[in-house]
């Protein structure tokens, strides 16, 4: 159970065009999903969090008309990098919490999505 | 400030066991989850504490001391597949994820 899965797991762009990055949670509800960013060898850096049927809340430093997310469903956000450019070029990653994990807001992660930007 | 503290390495022979460490100063405490990453993929869970004590869960141990501020992750007889970063992480008062930076864990045969 609980899985979580990311599609495309690999994007190769042209600098200024736009890319979709959908995330799925399979057999579970989740209504909040989680947008993360990872650069080689650094940690994770949450960027937004995503509600269903609500506005997204982004981190500090993390424009949202660039990042637009979008929270359609119990098992469907959807993260747009508008107008990408090289340095958006990262690992980004989704994370879905199961709404019957009760205390537990174990949150469960897609595999990621490589873009890389030209 | 909220702030997590980990090793940024460890090095550990196949068939031995290493713990890892992490401690940890929030705003609040929901419980704190370890999470393994191989190189190139996505974190997956491995363990949460919220209540003080041990959890075993195969050859992997989790232990928490919330009073210290203080957990472990205990792996025993390592294998080569064990070479992973180990991210430690909060759930603050809010159920916020505050991140560790991760710990690289070395297996050598």
């Known amino acids: 159970g609980a899985v979580v899965s990311q599609h495309p797991s690999r994007v190769i762009c042209k600098s200024g065009t736009s890319v979709k990055i959908e995330c799925r949670s399979l057999d579970f509800q989740a209504t909040t999903m989680f947008w993360y960013r990872q650069f080689p060898k650094q940690s994770l850096m949450l960027m937004a969090t995503?509600?269903?049927?609500?506005?997204?809340?982004?981190e500090q430093g993390v424009e949202k008309d660039k990042f637009l997310i979008n929270h359609a469903s119990l098992t469907l956000s959807t993260l747009t990098v508008t107008s990408a450019h090289p340095e958006d070029s990262s690992f980004y990653i989704c994370?879905?919490?199961?709404?019957?994990?009760?205390?537990?807001?174990?949150?469960?992660f897609g595999p990621g999505t490589r873009l890389t930007v030209l | 400030g909220q702030n997590i503290d980990q090793p940024t390495e460890m090095t550990a022979t196949e068939g031995a066991i290493v713990q890892i460490n992490c401690t940890y100063q929030?705003?609040?405490?929901?419980?704190l989850f370890w999470y393994q990453q191989h190189a190139g993929e996505a974190p997956t869970f491995l363990s949460y504490?919220?209540l003080d004590g041990l959890e075993e869960k195969g050859r992997f141990s989790s232990f928490l001391s919330r009073s210290k501020g203080y957990s472990y992750l205990l792996l025993k007889e390592l294998q080569m597949k064990d070479s992973a970063s180990y991210l430690c992480?909060?759930?603050?008062?809010?159920?916020?994820?505050?991140w560790g930076a991760g710990t690289k864990l070395i297996i050598k045969p």
């Open positions: 504490n919220v």
């Open positions: 994370s879905a919490r199961d709404v019957a994990g009760g205390d537990t807001d174990t949150q469960y």
């Open positions: 995503s509600n269903e049927g609500s506005k997204a809340t982004y």
């Open positions: 929030t705003s609040g405490f929901n419980g």
């Open positions: 992480a909060v759930s603050d008062s809010n159920y916020q994820l505050i």
